[in-house]
């Protein structure tokens, strides 16, 4: 079992989550130094289509980003709302590169 990011991080990237991680499982597309650099209000338009994604053979289910998450985006893969299902198979498919 582990924790999926979901829909509401897509733009968004708030970059929480990874500091808290004790395992260092939450990675994307961009350092999250890069991240937090761009002004919150830019993020919608400069991070479009982007989102932060949980490596699910490191995650070690502690719940540290969930309760982090400032747009509840973070859910325990059996805890998803079945419209965000689908993410789980987006979180494994980006570490499978």
Known sequence: MAYV???PCVATCDTACVKVCP???IHGPMKPEEIE???PEERPAKLRGLQ???DPE???CCAACERECPVEAIFDEDDLPPAWEHYKEINARFFQR
Request: glycine residues 0%; charged residues 15%; contains cysteine.
């Open 23 to 25: 395992v260092d499982c």
């Open 37 to 39: 650099f761009i002004p």
């Open 5 to 7: 990011i979901a829909e």
């Open 52 to 54: 932060l994604y949980i």
């Open 58 to 60: 490191a995650c070690i």
